[in-house]
T-cell receptor, first 112, second 113 residues
Framework: QKEVEQDPGPLSVPEGAIVSLNCTYS??????FMWYRQYSRKGPELLMY????GNKEDGRFTAQVDKSSKYISLFIRDSQPSDSATYLC????????????FGDGTTLTVKP | KAGVTQTPRYLIKTRGQQVTLSCSPI?????VSWYQQTPGQGLQFLFE???????NKGNFPGRFSGRQFSNSRSEMNVSTLELGDSALYLC????????????FGPGTRLTVL
């Protein structure tokens, strides 16, 4: 079983929809949680970073972490066609900051 | 600040050859991590270097090796290439301590024929 499981998708939504992307994990040592966006043929771009349970908001993006359930989510409000990409969740234990474990990614398409 | 740069961006090799990939981290970052990304396996951690020392290693065969120089630039080498080594190789840099985040380069796409 993988340490990080990500809802596989793909997801296709109309412009303006609210998108929910989800990951679960099994390793209690994970303390830092990230969401990356990756466009085709590009490197992952850091979107959100959090290290505590609760919500963190940045513009149209909200990252949610529930450590008790080992569950993280990324919400995208008012989705735009430019949000079409693959979204990757990633997690890191504090003792190995340079070694992140990634989910397999969810491909999102936002249709105009 | 300039971002993470990787060279070359594209590479085609044949089985049995070896290849060296290069990564220049963000200025001031001392940690460089390497990842392999394939459609079937996703993003997998190869190794991390911090201050010229390998600090973490993933579950890859010894054909995959790396090093880091005093200016934090890093190289990754793959010897005796196999078809399955075809992938996007990503480099990520960070300050390497505490609550830290990794920033990725654009990757090197390696095709093994």
């Amino acid at each position: 079983q993988k340490e990080v499981e990500q809802d596989p998708g793909p997801l296709s939504v109309p412009e303006g929809a609210i998108v929910s992307l989800n990951c679960t994990y099994s390793n209690s040592a994970f303390q830092y949680f990230m969401w990356y966006r990756q466009y085709s043929r590009k490197g992952p771009e850091l979107l959100m970073y959090t290290y505590s349970s609760g919500n963190k908001e940045d513009g149209r993006f909200t990252a949610q972490v529930d450590k008790s359930s080992k569950y993280i989510s990324l919400f995208i409000r008012d989705s735009q066609p430019s949000d079409s990409a693959t979204y990757l969740c990633a997690m890191t234990p504090p003792t190995n900051a340079g070694k992140s474990t990634f989910g397999d990614g969810t491909t999102l398409t936002v249709k105009p | 600040k300039a971002g993470v740069t990787q060279t070359p961006r594209y590479l085609i090799k044949t089985r049995g050859q070896q290849v060296t990939l290069s990564c220049s981290p963000i200025s001031g970052h001392r940690s460089v991590s390497w990842y392999q990304q394939t459609p079937g396996q996703g993003l997998q951690f190869l190794f991390e270097y911090f201050s010229e020392t390998q600090r973490n290693k993933g579950n890859f065969p010894g054909r995959f090796s790396g090093r880091q120089f005093s200016n934090s630039r890093s190289e990754m080498n793959v010897s005796t290439l196999e078809l399955g080594d075809s992938a996007l190789y990503l480099c990520a840099s960070s300050q390497g301590r505490g609550r830290d985040t990794q920033y990725f380069g654009p990757g090197t796409r390696l095709t093994v024929l």
